[in-house]
């Protein structure tokens, strides 16, 4: 068990629809990020965020968006789904200060399904 | 961060050592390897990361050439459960807000009975 929550873990939906997946870091995490894992593309960096602070963005469509609350849980937003955004979202946190470890903690993903 | 590439597949006989290259060399001095595996659609998991010397933990072995351009995962004692997608990065720790990885497509680990 990383210590990252992720709801929900399974998600079915259909073309046109908005969802909202939730992100809960690990306790005393400031950084979280995003990344989205489809069949053909891999593992793809999408945004983190710093403390309630966007801070950088990878390949995230403009119809997904995201935030990050100050209790430090975020949430990704998906809008317009398209079948193409079928996959494995995945969110991951880190301590988020200068150091050298420089280990990611992933949860076990929501799976979203768009029909 | 620097390009890596990695065998897009290998096996490995059960009990044995496995042995995964990764090649890296365009790294720049102040990046690390990082090493981290993704059993079948479970969240990636850290494995184990280095900068020029060799490290070893519960997990594994990290083996980085001298000139740091390429660098060997070893799992001395592979399993089953070691069947997964290692993913090899070479990454910068640097700034106030962590580490953004890129994860390219990996090696496929397949643990043979």
């Known amino acids: 068990d990383s210590g990252v929550t992720q709801t929900p873990k399974h998600l079915i939906t259909a073309t046109g629809q908005r969802v909202t997946l939730r992100c809960s870091p690990r306790?005393?995490?400031?950084?979280v990020y995003w990344y989205q894992q489809s069949l053909d593309q891999g593992l793809q960096f999408l945004i983190q965020?710093?403390?309630?602070?966007?801070?950088a963005k990878g390949n995230i469509l403009e119809r997904f968006s995201a935030q990050q609350f100050p209790d430090l849980h975020s949430e990704l937003n998906l809008s317009s789904l398209e079948l193409g955004d079928s996959a494995l979202y995945f969110c991951?946190?880190?301590?988020?200060?200068?150091?050298?470890?420089?280990?990611?903690?992933f949860g076990e993903g929501s799976r979203l399904t768009v029909l | 961060d620097a390009k890596t590439t990695q065998p897009p597949s290998m096996d490995c006989a059960e009990g044995r050592a496995a042995n995964l290259p990764c090649n890296h060399s365009?790294?720049?001095?102040?990046?690390?390897v990082y090493w981290y595996r993704q059993i079948h659609s479970q969240g990636p998991q850290y494995i184990i990361h280095?900068?020029?010397n060799n490290e070893t933990n519960e997990m594994a072995s990290l083996i980085i050439t001298e000139d740091r351009k390429s660098s060997t995962l070893i799992l001395p004692h592979a399993t089953l459960r070691d069947t997964a997608v290692y993913y090899c990065?070479?990454?910068?720790?640097?700034?106030?807000?962590?580490?953004?990885?890129?994860f390219g497509t990996g090696t496929s680990l397949t643990v043979i009975p």
């Open positions: 991951a946190s880190s301590l988020g200060i200068v150091r050298r470890t420089g280990e990611l903690f």
């Open positions: 306790s005393g995490d400031l950084s």
């Open positions: 965020y710093y403390n309630g602070e966007e801070r």
């Open positions: 365009t790294i720049s001095g102040n990046e690390y």
């Open positions: 280095g900068l020029k």
């Open positions: 990065i070479a990454h910068t720790t640097w700034g106030l807000a962590g580490n953004q990885f890129y």
